[in-house]
């Protein structure tokens, strides 16, 4: 139940955030609340694959 909660919470994910690389964002240059999105988003994923 846990994976297939968080495969469907990837989905939701790439369906409503913004995608970064797509505007190729630099991380030097991403303000605090971009870098927090870039880490729900490699949390959510990491989480779907395992």
Known sequence: MRKSF????????????????????????ASKWQLALIGWRYYVTTRALD
Do not use: E, H, M, V
């Open 6 to 29: 968080f495969r469907f919470l990837a989905k939701l994910n790439k369906w409503l955030l913004p995608s970064f690389s797509k505007r190729q964002l630099d991380l030097a240059n």
